[in-house]
């Protein structure tokens, strides 16, 4: 069994930051890309920011709209996701999911964390 479990979420103002983490534990042989995605209310769930990890080099994109105010990163030594968010506006206000593609030992898979909210006030 494989567990993700987010933190940092929270109320911050606009121009604020706040930091996500995302620990993945359990049964991981493996992990290939790791991601954030969003849903605000009412709309669809967005990829915010993935990286993958090939050797010692992590490939990193970003959706336009938090490209040069977001950073995502990793520690593979502890299966772990950030996403520093800086500059938050009120429309980053939604609940922020982590997402892993991993190898358990038996096929590879996708896996969701239970989500954690930012609010963004103006």
């Known amino acids: 069994q494989v567990q993700l479990v987010e933190s940092g979420g929270g109320l911050v103002q606009a121009g604020g930051s706040l930091r996500l983490s995302c620990a993945a534990s359990g049964s991981i042989v493996t992990i290939s890309t790791m991601a954030w995605y969003r849903q605000a209310p009412g709309k669809q769930r967005e990829l915010v920011a993935r990286i993958r990890s090939r050797g010692r080099t992590n490939y990193v994109d970003y959706t336009d709209s938090v490209r040069g105010r977001f950073t995502i990163s990793r520690d593979n030594a502890k299966n772990t996701v950030y996403l520093q968010m800086d500059s938050l506006k009120p429309e980053d206000t939604a609940v922020y999911y982590c997402?892993?593609?991993?190898?358990?030992?038996?096929?590879?898979?996708?896996?969701w964390g239970q989500g954690t909210q930012v609010t963004v006030s103006s």
């Open positions: 997402n892993a593609n991993l190898h358990d030992g038996s096929r590879w898979s996708d896996y």
